[in-house]
């Protein structure tokens, strides 16, 4: 979900930098080829992602939650030379897709793609990570959190996206809907958990930073 109007997103849009040609030529293709295109993260939150890894510079980032690699991509930009992006989802028919696009970046060969269950991967992964994002199933948010947590070189970040979701954290909770419940106890834990500090940003459907201490 959008939480400001179609006018003021094109306006922002306008006023940020510009897509990078090959990362709108991947949001064609998704858009054109595969399911769910909306789960890309876009041109503004792209370039937020961009900007938020330069100023980071990692070395080693993790992503759970590739889809068709758009948000890796943007991430690698802050990278630095040295450095490798982990990046992993569940879905086989995506991995092909993602790897000719990385390919045809400049980090192609700094991408590791990981195919499976985010929470069997992680532990098999022996790296302390500077920069994660986490962007795949919502029910597992606390989970990720505690696998990577101790995972994390200290002044490390962790971005979290979807924690608005849609709205639906502020409306009565419907005891069924299993991400919702999991998403208030995880902004909860956030908030509260003295291993980070966390700000929560209103961009998009909601992204929070937490810097690891
Ligand atoms: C919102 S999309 C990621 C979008 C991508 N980060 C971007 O911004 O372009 C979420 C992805 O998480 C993957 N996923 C869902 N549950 C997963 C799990 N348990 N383990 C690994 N990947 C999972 C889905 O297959 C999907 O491709």
Redesign the pocket.
């Known amino acids: 979900m959008h939480f400001i109007s179609p006018e003021l997103e094109d306006y922002i849009e306008q006023h940020c930098e510009k897509e990078p040609a090959l990362l709108a030529a991947l949001n064609k293709e998704t858009y054109q080829k595969i399911l ?1 295109p909306r ?4 041109h503004f ?2 370039r937020v992602l961009s900007m938020l890894a330069k100023l980071i510079r990692p070395i080693n980032i993790l ?10 991509l943007c991430l690698c930009e802050g990278m630095q030379d040295n450095g490798v992006l982990h990046t ?4 086989e028919e ?1 991995i092909d897709f993602q790897r000719k696009h990385f390919d045809k970046s400049p980090w192609g060969k700094q991408i590791v793609q990981h195919l ?4 069997t ?1 992680i532990p098999t992964l022996d790296i302390k990570f500077d920069l994660v ?1 986490i ?3 919502k029910e ?1 948010y606390i989970n990720y959190f505690e696998l990577i947590v101790p995972r994390m070189n200290k002044g490390g970040i962790i971005l979290s ?2 924690v608005l979701w849609s709205g639906k954290v502020l409306e009565p909770l419907n005891p069924k809907d299993l991400s919702t419940k999991i998403l208030l106890e995880y902004n909860a834990l956030l908030k509260n958990d003295p291993r980070v500090e966390t700000v929560l940003l209103p961009i998009r459907d909601g992204l929070t930073v937490s810097r690891v201490l």
């Not at 992503?63 to 890796?72: K, L």
């Not at 499976?116 to 929470?119: N, P, S």
């Open positions: 769910l789960m890309l993260s876009g939150q792209g992503e759970i939650g590739t889809y068709t690699g758009y948000s890796a992993i989802d569940i879905k995506l499976g269950e985010a929470t991967i994002f962007d795949a199933d597992n996206d979807n």
